[in-house]
């Protein structure tokens, strides 16, 4: 339920129809206050799943959208030179490896995410093949990694893992480990 939900420290959670969303204007007013456009940008699009009854009769508590909805937003108007961060569910990968193109960003990395029961087991999850026990995250860079505000390309090499093990939350919340 995302009640007790606490923005991680330096973001801006975005809660709105995108659809409608004026992506440019984000833009600008980015720009103006800060000198510069968005360093960091994480995504959890609400994919449309594949079949019509993907979730096996668990209900969703959010409305999905179709690809084409996901295709158009504009996200590359948000960065000149930074990290996107992308979940994504197996359905999706090939079309987000296409968007991130698309964005103008080139793949650097992913994150797995092993979901975890309080009693520190493998959490397995609905899944059409297999049960999902992880997600993903893609790790893409627009730009010059040099050019991006606060990073030191240096010290970020090694300094953190690609998976994360981590307690199972609320249906969509991801890991706070993955803003550390």
């Known amino acids: 339920d995302g009640a007790n939900w606490i923005v991680p420290s330096l973001c801006i959670p975005i809660r709105a129809d995108v659809r409608k969303f ?12 800060s000198g510069r456009l ?3 940008i994480m995504m959890d699009p609400p994919w449309q799943l594949a079949s019509a009854n993907p979730t096996r009769g668990v209900a969703l508590g959010y409305s999905q959208l179709g690809d084409d909805i996901i295709s158009s937003l504009p996200v590359q108007v948000l960065q000149d030179n930074g990290l996107i961060f992308v979940w994504i569910i197996n359905a999706k990968y090939r079309l ?5 193109k698309r964005w103008g960003y080139h793949i650097i990395s992913d ?11 493998i959490a397995n999850g609905h899944g059409f093949y297999l049960q999902h026990a992880k997600e993903t995250c ?14 030191d390309r240096h010290q970020l090499k090694g300094m ?3 998976v994360i093990y981590s307690e199972r939350r609320g249906q969509s919340q991801k890991p706070t480990e993955v803003y550390q």
Do not use: M, P, Y
């Open 22 to 33: 004026n992506f440019a204007k984000l833009a600008e007013a980015q720009k103006s206050l």
């Open 38 to 40: 968005f360093d960091v």
């Open 96 to 100: 987000a490896l296409s968007l991130f």
């Open 111 to 121: 994150i797995a995410w092993v979901k975890q029961t309080v009693n520190r087991r």
């Open 138 to 151: 893609l790790v893409g860079l627009k730009g010059d990694i040099n050019k991006i505000h606060g990073l």
């Open 160 to 162: 953190c893992s690609d």
